[in-house]
């Protein structure tokens, strides 16, 4: 599922996004949103992506068994919200409950926060 552009602003709520190919949710191109307990699970890449200062608004949203993280934040992409995972020490994190927070030093090296 993609979601772009800035005029983007979905209530993606009690949702199956699973078994995708490549990302399941992708938050892109100043997009919004607010995507509110849906099953995210058993995703090729990442289960979220958001980039491109996208913004979406993440809530208990169950996020699992993808073979990457559960959310990807890259290229100034924010979420507001979340249990977040992010990769990017680019990210911007706000009003987030963070358990963990990973970043990459280079290819193959990976740091926890």
């Known amino acids: 599922m993609c979601v772009n552009g800035s005029s983007a602003e979905p209530y993606i709520r009690f949702c ?4 995708c190919e490549n990302v399941g949710l992708y938050v892109t191109d100043y997009a919004h949103g607010t995507y509110e307990d849906n099953e995210i699970s058993r995703n090729a890449l990442a289960g979220i992506w958001v980039k491109n200062h996208a913004n ?3 809530r208990r949203n169950h996020i699992h068994h993808g073979r990457d993280v559960g959310i990807f934040t890259f290229d100034n992409g924010l979420v507001c919200n979340a249990h977040l995972f992010s990769y990017s020490k680019q990210s911007t994190i706000s009003h987030c409950e963070v358990r963990a927070l990973y970043f990459l030093y280079g290819y193959g ?4 926060l």
């Not at 199956?16 to 078994?19: N, R």
């Not at 090296?109 to 926890?112: A, Q, R, T, Y």
């Open 56 to 58: 979406p608004i993440m």
């Open 109 to 112: 090296s990976l740091g926890l």
């Open 16 to 19: 199956d996004i699973s078994d």
